[in-house]
């Protein structure tokens, strides 16, 4: 073997051992014109992969997007980046009122970019004045109808019950958890009357966490 060789083989074993650090932290201090301007009373993190063919998460959010005091963000249609942009989320959340995740039900959970939210933001702001006393609302439609999500119903357990992850977030953070808004049977013959009347009672919640609507004492 020729020396030059033989010290290029070198050079590329020495290579081998070198350590790799992978950062997985949150991205900080990026300037994001379009989340620093929404500083709204109501931020809704809307979680769902293929709105586009949506029919219930989209007339809720038809039902909500022009309200003033509301902030829409589907985290499935934003930059890793901006997801996880500590600072931008911080002064978003500590601007608002309440916060609602929206999402549809999907194996009894959310879609995985609202968990990948939780974990890279939402741990970091539990328990501090950002998020310290304030609603948190689940708004889900799911796919089942409202007799499968019962005891001994197909699905065996309620919503509120597969929801107490999220109440257990909720509680733990210092926030107020809310009833739950779910819409059922979007998979059922019932699927279009049951979402006209979804929508408009949905915009009621949203509006009475605004403070704009007295109707929240009934929920």
């Not at 033989?6 to 994001?32: A, R, T």
């Amino acid at each position: 073997m020729e020396y030059g060789s033989s010290k290029k083989c070198y050079s590329q074993i020495f290579l081998l051992f070198l350590p790799v650090i992978i950062d997985y932290s949150p991205k900080q201090n990026i300037k994001n014109n379009s989340m620093d301007k929404d500083l709204k009373k109501v931020v809704v993190l809307l979680a769902h992969p293929n709105m586009e063919n949506s029919q219930a998460n989209k007339a809720l959010l038809d039902a909500i997007k022009d309200i003033e005091d509301v902030a829409i963000f589907n985290l499935y249609e934003m930059l890793e980046q901006d997801i996880l942009n500590m600072d931008a989320w911080s002064r978003i959340i500590s601007h608002a009122n309440a916060v609602i995740y929206q999402f549809p039900f999907y194996w009894m959970s959310a879609p995985s970019l609202l968990k990948k939210w939780q974990d890279g933001i939402f741990t970091y702001l539990a328990k501090t004045p950002a998020v310290a006393g304030k609603p948190l609302l689940v708004a889900t439609t799911t796919g089942s109808e409202f007799d499968a999500y019962r005891s001994g119903g197909r699905n065996r357990f309620t919503v509120d019950e597969l929801l107490r992850p999220y109440q257990g977030g909720a509680v733990h953070a210092g926030m107020v958890w809310q009833t739950p808004f779910v819409v059922y049977g979007m998979g059922t013959p019932d699927a279009e009357k049951n979402i006209a009347l979804a929508a408009d009672l949905y915009k009621k919640r949203v509006m009475a966490l605004i403070g704009k609507d007295k109707s929240e004492d009934s929920w």
